[in-house]
């Protein structure tokens, strides 16, 4: 009985390890086939990631380990030198990370925008407003529950630059700093049927399972760009930055941006491809 | 109720994303343990065998750290591995090594405090019993050592349901990423965040049977003793 357990216990072992080492694929493999993407959340959620990196994996032989977190966290592990590249949506945030000698190489990859959502019943009244900021103050001045990410992100970023042009300092029990990722605020907005605003993107990847609706829309203000940039290879040595600039490459292409244009949830287009200019 | 079938069905469709994850989870958990199991039953038998200046005080502490919380464990591991840190030359942030380092960190603590404090309630009477047929050393320490198979056995799976079971650990040194470092917490975590109770309930099915089973384990032993 030991022996017969013993056995297995090797014999799991010895799986894992092959499991652990790294596809021994019989195409050409480049010298270093892992390359360590930091990127936000709204990337991964709304899926977009998986359908685009096989692709990327089959073309090159390069494997993406994709850590989503938001932006903020994304650029600091890229500071770090805890990442190769970084595939963000912040462009003041991704200025500085390039000005700082952080990364380089930044380029554009897709735009959407971002949508303030809420529930049907529009407590606040901000239906088909044209000035997000105009109905973020409406939001405040009805002290309906908001739902901010609370974290830095991109999105977050971009809430906090919305509350400033309204010239509101929200504060107060309606409105919720979560500190979670896009999804997770998305579904806690949801249970509250509260307000919150949302990349386009996860938003549409969600919307089937949310019982909110996109109120306003279309301010320029909303505009969402996402760049992807290269960890600063003088800065850190160590970085794989042939893999991050194949990668940049890649999604620049002729391909992966046709790709981008191509990722449609129930036939709605999420991201808008942006690397031709 | 529905995403409890669509769960079963999950887990008995052989899905092979939530094999893998499984899998990892297991893996590193086991791993884990052993390392573990490595460093914390011989500290924990030096620590009953032995008697220095400010014993009652390293007890109490590491007593204090069975509630370690799994997310300062991350951080503390965290700050030691990334690049910028004085361990980042080992380059193994976001890998599954990652996590075993951070979950021997966690489970250390409860290795050595549970093999010690069950080498303690050994009866007197057996060492007294030993000596008198003249053990020494060596013999005694194998000796207590079979007596307290059970003790120790214990130990190492109230290790191994800690480390399966923890999140932050695995989130914030593992990065949760897909077919390499995703566990079934990290998963769960994922998934309910973005709305897919069912694929989370699935894997919290296959969690708690684990849990439960490590537990059973557990209690059969000490009823055995």
Known sequence: MKKILCIGIILFLAFGVGLFATGSGEKEMPANPRIKMATTTSTENSGLLDYLLPVFKEKTGYSVDVIAVGTGAALELGAKGDVDVVFVHARSKEDEFVAAGNGINRKDVMHNDFVIIGPKSDPAGIKSMKDAAGALSRIATSEADFVSRGDKSGTHVKERELWKKAGIDPSGIWYKEAGQGMGAVIMMTNDMQGYTIADRGTYIAMRDKVDLVALVEGDPVLFNPYGIIAVNPEKYEHVNFEGAMALENWIVSEEGQSLIAAYKIKGDQLFYPDADK | ?225
């Open chain 2, 1 to 225: 109720m529905e995403s409890f079938g669509r769960a079963f069905q999950l887990i008995f469709s052989g899905n092979r994303e939530v094999f893998t994850i499984v899998f990892t989870s297991l893996y590193i958990s086991i791993i884990s343990t052993g390392v573990t199991a490595c460093l914390g039953i011989p500290a924990g038998i030096l620590l009953h065998f032995n008697t220095f200046p400010f014993k009652r005080g390293l007890v109490a502490v590491i007593n204090a750290l069975l509630a370690l919380p799994t997310v300062v464990v991350g951080l503390l591991v965290f700050s030691l591995i990334s690049r910028s840190g004085p361990l980042g030359s080992l380059n193994i942030l976001f890998s599954p090594w990652a996590i075993v380092m951070g979950q021997v960190v966690l489970s250390f603590p409860i290795m050595v405090s549970l093999v010690y404090s069950g080498l303690s309630k050994v009866d007197g009477r057996f060492y007294e019993t030993l000596v008198t047929l003249g053990a020494k050393g060596r013999n005694v320490l194998a000796a207590t050592l079979i007596e307290a198979r059970f003790v120790i056995l214990s130990a190492v799976l109230a290790g191994f349901g800690r480390v399966i079971g923890e999140v932050g650990v695995s989130m914030m040194l593992g990065g949760n990423i897909r077919w390499y470092t995703r566990t079934m917490t990290t998963s769960i975590a994922l998934e309910s965040s973005k709305g897919e109770f069912s694929q989370a309930l699935a894997l919290g099915v296959i969690l708690v049977t684990i849990a439960l089973l490590v537990n059973g384990i557990i209690h059969t032993l000490v009823k055995e003793r």
